[in-house]
Nanobody, 126 residues
Framework: QVQLVESGGGSVQAGGSLRLSCAFS????????MGWFRQVPGKKREGVAL???????TIAVSVKDRFTISKDNAENTLYLQLNSLKPEDTARYYC????????????????????WGQGTQVNVSS
């Protein structure tokens, strides 16, 4: 089992920045793919960024050059840095994890990830 707890969401104006954190714990042995999805009510959960056990990252085209994913294994924390925020970035952001070496969005749907946090809300006003 893996436990995930997000924090860091909030309300900002367009152009602002936020840093989301995901504290992870549990029985983490083997290659793990961790990342962030986001969801707006009434819409499908959308992949934002993933990082594998070696630090390789995948960023969605819609947020590329604005968002950065990183992981501090010593602190057991996954981060998502959100810069140059736009109103369309408004969503609930979820941390997720899956034990796999294939850590790219093309391999998986959200339903394929077994571990999720409760989410943290990001609101961006124009």
């Amino acid at each position: 089992q893996v436990q995930l707890v997000e924090s860091g969401g909030g309300s900002v104006q367009a152009g602002g920045s936020l840093r989301l954190s995901c504290a992870f714990s549990g029985d983490i042995h083997g290659p793990i793919c961790m990342g962030w999805f986001r969801q707006v009510p009434g819409k499908k959960r959308e992949g934002v960024a993933l990082t594998d056990a070696h630090g390789s990252t995948t960023i969605a085209v819609s947020v590329k050059d604005r968002f950065t994913i990183s992981k501090d294994n010593a602190e057991n924390t996954l981060y998502l840095q959100l810069n140059s925020l736009k109103p369309e970035d408004t969503a609930r952001y979820y941390c997720t994890a899956k034990f796999t070496t294939y850590c790219q969005f093309r391999y998986w749907l959200p339903a394929d990830f077994p571990y999720w946090g409760q989410g943290t809300q990001v609101n961006v006003s124009s």
